[in-house]
């Protein structure tokens, strides 16, 4: 139980912070969408 709330803890931060990375790094990102 504390395993598997401790992983999406940990995963849903990173998933953002990769996701953001992503979107800065690609150029096509934010022009497509510029929420």
């Given at each position: ?25 690609s150029?096509?990102?934010p ?5």
């Amino acid at each position: 139980m504390y395993m598997s709330i401790l992983l999406v803890h940990w995963r849903y931060p990173m998933a953002l912070l990769t996701f953001s990375l992503v979107r800065l790094v690609s150029p096509v990102g934010p022009k497509k969408s510029p929420v």
